[in-house]
């Protein structure tokens, strides 16, 4: 459940794209927003992710496909659709099938919600 807090928490942090800087692990685990640090990182099909702690950087590692957002982070009705790569940011973000899927806007994120199975994997992107 988002929270009134969580997405003040999330809108502070305006001009930043994708997870903003908070942990996908604990995100992901504990649908919390903690920052990331800096010295705890790892990279995953050429995406360099942030982590909390050296335990979520570990648990990342373990099952990255579990832990990055769908699609590289790219907003995936702007892919199906129009065939545009435009990357996408916890501003606009919705759960499917316990995987966080990243919009460029909200009205690519309301698609999405009101019909996932369309939008879930595009080909070639998982």
């Not at 099952?63 to 957002?69: G, K, R, S, V």
Request: glycine letters at 8%; one cysteine or more.
């Amino acid at each position: 459940k988002v929270t009134r807090e969580k997405m003040m928490k999330i809108r502070e942090r305006g001009g930043m794209k994708g997870l903003k800087g908070f942990c996908p692990v604990t995100l992901h685990d504990e649908r919390e927003l903690v920052d990331a640090k800096a010295e705890f990182h790892a990279t995953h099909r050429g995406q360099k992710f942030h982590f909390a702690s050296a335990e979520a950087k570990e648990r990342f590692e373990q099952d990255p496909l579990a832990y990055a957002p769908a699609a590289y982070g790219a907003d995936v009705v702007a892919l199906t659709r129009d065939k545009d790569v435009v990357e996408g940011s916890l501003d606009h973000a919705a759960w499917f099938k316990g995987r966080l899927y990243l919009f460029g806007t909200k009205e690519s994120h309301d698609t999405f919600v009101s019909n996932p199975i369309q939008y879930a994997t595009p080909a070639g992107i998982e």
